[in-house]
């Protein structure tokens, strides 16, 4: 019985990083990079997972449907004998990974930072529970199923000479599920459509919570972006309950996770799901009126203050030195 | 039209501790609650039944003590509710898996079909992992819209949009079918604590897994296809540095530390 591990690629990603993920765990199995469409930007995704081999599932269509795709990965999975298939940690994956685990009926999670073998049969996962207070590890039975985070691409990688053959796996039972297409994607409105900011490259990042008191006020922390050069970002209760800056901009559990080499947390308190997003920072500076809050336990630095105090001033020193 | 809410009984996160000796999270010690996200699902459930009068039933796999969860789901408008109680080890309720919970929830579904829409949180507050609306789709073979936030629904269709890594799509979908909602698809109306001790216990049924057909041996720990073997403390060390004082003595001490730490040039 032929044994290995998958890879579900897609367009625009760089899949290095859960390709790295999936060899620690697995060393020795050959990778398999899963494509739902055989175009060429999809094949330069499954290029960054450098596979020994590439496998077009499906007839070879986006796949744009959840049961269909878990459909097609799933008859790809028996026929490579993937003990492991990882997929991006996107909304529409996760529906897939949750679909196709259900089909396979080994062990299923998500957004894994770390895979090792485990006891015979098992896979061993590191993932965050409960708002990201803790670690933990769980035990996946064979065949797994698991999503990554993945970051967006560098265009253009080369596909080793050895994966460079393309095969079909399963046209005729994803084609039958592509006809009782009960669900109709409208065309994404232009306008709605936006790209979302890129705060998990950005090297500095300001970030604002609820310490701030009029959306008027976000001049204050543009203001010190600007001299900063960094991005602007903020917590779930500013991107939720205010609106008062988009979705993409919010950090946390439910937002983005970002590492900059600085984060500057200006009027936050510090709640979990706030901290799980930006805890890996280079060095973290948090001001903050409360001397309480819990954001000074999770910062380097922490000035206590009122932040249109301290912001202005910070501002117009920053500016000086430059 | 027949509405299916499926809710969560989890220790509220943001007032969860971790053990100080054992970096164990204290669960008990932990008030409960329904999940957010599920509250959401729940709430626009009975958004739904107002403007059409369709019934609302919820149902939730957990321990004995979640009635009281599911008392607060019949006070925020459900008609019914069902509590599927799953099996004990060492005396202790199993820590189902999803793929566990998708099996007794579509067993408990069947009992309560025919259905139209099943509505979920699109993550539990606890586990965070977003895979029982999927498998719940994969196991009745229907169809699902993850991550939404908003919903129309007529007697045969929903219209459901949603936003995905920064792309906002919209589907209809043909029901029964799946869809689970974010914290934005609405503001949960408020329940008082005496609107929850009004609603009788008669009103919530509860069930075993065996009284529903669902292999009581296949959720025992070890068959388990996904267990949580260990924890242990997320956060990493940070200087905690707090800087207090005269704020232009603060922000140039600041601007010192940052660039000693190479943080600025």
Known sequence: ?322 | LHIICCLKHVPDTTELRLDPETGRPLLEYAPPKISDYDRNALDEGVRVKEGSGATVTVLSVGPQEAVRTLKEAVAAGADRAILVIPPRSDSEPVDVDPTGTARLLVAAIRRVAPFDLVLCGDVSEDRYQGLVPGMLAAALGIPQVSAATRLEVTEEAATVTRVADAVVETYRLRFPAVVSVTRTINTPRMVTTLQVIRVPTSRITMVSAAELGVDEAGLAPGALATRVLATRPAATPRRNKVLTGEPDATIGQLVAALKETGALP
């Open chain 1, 1 to 322: 019985v032929t044994r290995s591990v998958a890879i579900v690629a897609e367009a625009g990603l760089d899949l290095e990083p859960a390709a790295a993920i999936v060899r620690q765990a697995t060393g020795g199995l050959p990778v398999v990079a899963f494509l739902p469409d055989g175009g060429d930007a999809s094949l330069a995704a499954a290029a960054s997972a450098k596979p020994d081999r590439v496998v077009v599932i499906g007839d070879g269509t986006a796949l744009p449907l959840a049961e269909t795709a878990a459909a097609a990965l799933e008859a790809a999975c028996r026929q490579e004998g993937a003990e492991l298939v990882v997929l991006p940690a996107a909304v529409r994956w996760r529906e897939v990974a949750a679909q196709l685990g259900f089909r396979l009926g080994g062990g299923c999670t998500t957004e894994v930072l770390e895979l090792r073998r485990g006891e015979a049969g098992t896979l061993l996962a590191d993932r965050l529970l409960y708002g990201g207070l803790v670690v933990a590890t769980l035990a996946l039975r064979i065949p797994a199923v698991v999503t990554v985070a993945v970051p967006a691409t560098v265009e253009g990688a080369i596909l080793p000479e050895r994966a460079s053959a393309l095969e079909a796996a399963t046209p005729e039972a994803s084609k039958r599920l592509l006809d009782r297409r009960q669900l109709e994607p409208e065309a994404a409105e232009g306008e709605a459509a936006e790209r979302a900011a890129d705060l998990s490259t950005a090297g500095r990042i300001v970030a604002v919570g609820r310490g701030l008191r009029r959306q008027e006020d976000l001049s204050l922390i543009e203001g010190l972006a600007a001299v900063l050069g960094a991005e602007i970002a903020c917590t779930r209760p500013i991107a939720e309950d205010l609106e008062w800056l988009p979705e993409e901009r919010k950090v946390g559990l439910s937002g983005r996770v970002v590492k900059p080499a600085l984060y500057m947390a200006v009027g936050i308190s510090g709640a979990i799901q706030h901290l799980v997003g930006m805890r890996d920072s280079g060095v973290i500076v948090a001001i903050n009126s409360d001397p309480r809050a819990p954001i000074f336990q999770a910062a380097d630095f922490g000035v206590v203050g009122d932040l249109y105090e301290v912001v202005p001033r910070l501002t117009a020193a920053l500016a000086a030195e430059a």
